[in-house]
Every structure is written in C-alpha cells, then in structure tokens.
C-alpha cells in the first residue's frame, strides 16, 4: 500500500503543464526525416507558434455605449467586456471575439501587481460577461482586428458632373449614424470634401444630393478631413446644429455654460485616427506640441505647412497631438495612434513626419525623400522574445496592388478611427428650454455618442500583411 502511494505521488510530481502560447523548446534542433506520399525527405524540424503580440484598447471610459440606454430605472446601465470590444471592433465576426474570449486570449492590466523591468505588463484573463469600469485597458491579439477584408476598392464608383444612382447609394452606404442634428459616415479615401471647378463628386456635392432625407438643404460641412485620408466624418443638418458644432470644433477657450451636463459632454469630446508611419518613434506613447506655420513655393501658389520656428517672426498656431504606439515595427513600418487636442491643417502628417521624424505611409507631399530612402532600402527588424528577424508573409487571396504597404505606389494610411462628441440632437433641446425637467423619452437618451469605423480596404491588406506571422 505504502509503495503504491509513492508511485502515485512521484507522477504526480514528474508531470509538467505547458502554455500553448509558449511551449517549450524542441529538444533536438537537428534535421528531421518527413513522409509524404510514400517519399521521405530530410527538412528542417517543424517551427512552434508564432509569440502574440497584444493590441491595447483605449481606457474605458465609463460612458454608456450608442444604443444602449443609459439609465434603467435610475442606475446607470452596466457595460460588459464582450460589448465594449464587440463595439470598439465593428467589422469583425461575433463569433471571432466570442472564440477570442473562450480561448482566454482577452487580457486586463492587473493595477494590484509592479510591472518588473525588461517584463510584459502583468495581465489576467477576463470572461465576456465581466463588468468594464472606468479607465480599464483590454488587450486583445493583433491578429484579430480587422480581418475582414472587402474585394471592392473603397471609393467613389465614378466622376460625373452630377451625382448617379450608383454614386447616390454608395454614399448612403457609408453613413453610420443619422438623426434630427447631425449625420456621421465612414469616409473613403481619394473622395474631395470641398469640390470645386475641377472637382465633381465631393462629399459636399454628394451630400446634397444624397443625404438630405427629406430636408430642403443637405447636409453642411463641420470640419474636413484630406482627400487622401478616410474615415469618421460629421456633417450638420440643421442650422442650429451646424453652428453649435462648429463652435465645438472651434479651439478658443471656452467659457462654462448653465448646463453642467453640456460641459462635461464637451470635455469628453475626442478623436483618435490609426495611422502606419515609416520607422517608429523612440518613446511608445507621449504628447507633440509643434506650432505650425503656413510658407508658400517658389511658384508662389502651392500651400505647404511646416514647424514653426523658433524665432516667433513668423505667423504659427498652436498644435498639440497626443501619440501611442500601437504594436511592434515589421518591415520598418509600425502602427501608431493618434489623438489631435488642436484642429489645424495637415497637423498629424507634419506632426509625424517632421516632430516624430516617421512619416505616414503614402505621404509624398511631407515625407518624399522618407519614402525613396525606404523604398532602396528595406529594413530587418528583430522579434525580442525570440531573436529572429520577423518575416512578412503574404496571405493567400489578397490583391497587395490596391494600395496597401507592399505595392508600388501605397495609398496614404491615416484613418479617423473613433470619434466621440455630445449628443447635440439632445443639448439643443436643453440649451433652448434651459430646462432640465424634459420629457422622459429626451432625457433617457445618452449625453455622449461614439462611434468606431473600420479601415479602408488597403489599410486592412497591409494590416494583414503585418499581423499574418502572429496567428
């Protein structure tokens, strides 16, 4: 009896659990011998899985998700981990976060434990039911987001003096939220929002024609994003709501109003664009405060915007951009994110190009010599956990011609990711009664909206490229 027990107990012992994210090293580096179809070759062992590599999400910021109510019965509704990433990644399948999530690949920044120095941060796993509180980082594998990959090129179907059918319903495609102020829409790239003579199909022209939905004037302009560029783009609908937006966009100090409500929802207002720079930044997150200044050309009609320098001679607004690095840098190229506290022209592109010293992927105007310099000279960069140079695969079924990162000519990589805003359909009825008692069915409505945009087609081929090694 006595012996029996010991040998229960040294198995017990002698048995060792492995990670499947990390097993451990092959015992035998050497050649091995493979059979297939009745043939034996002599081929390299068989390599382990590829380490992960984490994407962080934004802190939660503790405001109730669109569409959801934001009381019940006088408690704030509760958001849960599988809604907020759910939410924050609209294009991916339910069924792939639910995967992620029973896996135990969704993580969470344990706050109680020190991070040691040259070590990851420490983490746990998270259900999908657990509750978000506010400020909570979630941390889900790269290889995830955006995967899903559209086969028609995003843009405008064609250029004619005035708007078809085809280009009609392609737009209206593209909008994402719509109310009695305002209407939000994902916008492609290569797509002018201010047309003029040359210039037919611009989202002004567009909109008019397209967006109105009943009313007699389309839709008005608030802030613009470049041609080149895509993403989260806000138009008003009423001449109340244009004018209050465009005093939010406006960077004069402003003074508090009457409404306490109305000005914590300003104070929340934010925008964050993804965008693929050229090399990476020596700090993984910090704050830009470059002014910028207007010059002309020697031809005297091309506009272009630099660093203001620091002589104070010239004319220079104040521009500030908060940064955060997203992932590692493959191919010489890294993924970062970026958060304008200013609204001034250019500023992200002369911002990472000339303060950062990385310029956008697809930015010849403000890193040309960047781009020739990249383009002769591809850079090998290191994974840290193994040692290896990380190796670009090309995923099956991809077109890498349309634009993305591998193809002659790339497209300009800056999206408008997210975008958070009041709900100003909601505060114009406030600030015009300068009442507080409304209806029930106005003051259930949320103070704040957000909204998510998935990239554009040639952002989410170089995504893969860049995220096909992390499986």
């Known amino acids: 009896m006595w012996r029996r027990s010991t040998r229960v107990l040294c198995r017990h012992v002698s048995r060792r659990e492995y990670s499947r994210i990390c097993p451990p090293p092959a015992k035998s580096a050497g050649p091995l011998i493979r059979v297939s179809n009745h043939i034996a070759r002599l081929g390299p062992p068989k390599e382990g899985p590829k380490p992960r590599q984490l994407l962080s999400l934004p802190p939660f910021p503790g405001h109730p998700l669109p569409g959801k109510r934001s009381h019940e019965d006088g408690v704030v509704s509760r958001v849960t981990a599988v809604s907020w990433v759910k939410y924050y990644f609209d294009g991916i399948y339910d069924s792939t976060i639910q995967s992620h999530f029973k896996q135990g690949l969704v993580q969470m920044e344990c706050p109680g434990l020190i991070e040691k120095e040259g070590q990851m941060k420490p983490m746990r796993k998270i259900r999908p039911s657990e509750v978000m509180e506010v400020g909570a980082r979630v941390y889900i594998p790269v290889s995830v987001v955006e ?100 005093w939010l966009y406006t960077d004069f100090n402003k003074g508090k109003s009457l409404c306490q409500a109305w000005d914590d929802a300003c104070e929340a207002r934010y925008q964050r664009y993804w965008a693929l720079v050229i090399g990476s930044p020596k700090e993984k997150e910090g704050l830009i405060c470059a002014p910028l200044s207007k010059v002309l050309l020697d031809n005297g009609k091309t506009e272009r915007v630099i660093l203001a320098h620091q002589s104070g001679l010239e004319a220079s607004q104040k521009a500030i951009t908060q940064y955060r690095v997203l992932g590692p840098t493959i191919n010489g190229c890294s993924w970062i994110e970026l958060r304008p506290l200013t609204s001034r022209k250019h500023q992200l592109r002369v911002h990472c190009a000339e303060a950062l010293g990385t310029p956008i992927v697809g930015d010849y105007k403000y890193g040309w010599f960047v781009h020739r310099r990249w383009k002769q000279m591809p850079h090998v960069d290191i994974e840290p956990t193994s040692g ?53 069915a106005v003051s259930s409505k949320p103070d704040i909206l957000r909204f998510v945009a998935s990239m554009p087609s040639h952002m989410k081929i170089s995504w893969n490229l860049m995220s096909s090694y992390l499986v």
Do not use: W
Request: net charge positive; hydrophobic share 35%; with cysteine.
């Open 147 to 246: 995967s899903r990959v559209s086969r028609r090129f995003d843009c405008i179907p064609s250029g004619t003096l005035y708007p078809n059918a085809d280009e009609i319903e392609y737009l209206q495609r593209r909008v994402k939220y719509k109310d009695s102020a305002i209407i939000v829409l994902n916008k492609p790239p290569k797509l002018p929002v201010k047309g003029n003579l040359p210039v037919h199909n611009s989202m002004d022209a567009l909109a008019a024609a397209a967006l109105s939905y009943g009313n007699n004037e389309g839709p008005k302009l608030v802030h613009r994003l470049d041609r080149e560029s895509s993403g989260l783009h806000l138009m008003g609908r009423t001449k109340e709501s244009v004018s209050l937006l465009q």
């Open 388 to 440: 290896l140079p990380y190796k670009l695969r090309r995923p099956a079924g991809l077109d890498v011609q349309k634009g993305s990162v591998l193809s002659k000519v790339p497209l300009l990589h800056l999206h408008c990711r997210e975008l958070v805003l009041p709900n100003i359909a909601k505060f114009l009825l406030i600030l015009d009664q300068k009442l507080d008692n409304l209806h029930p």
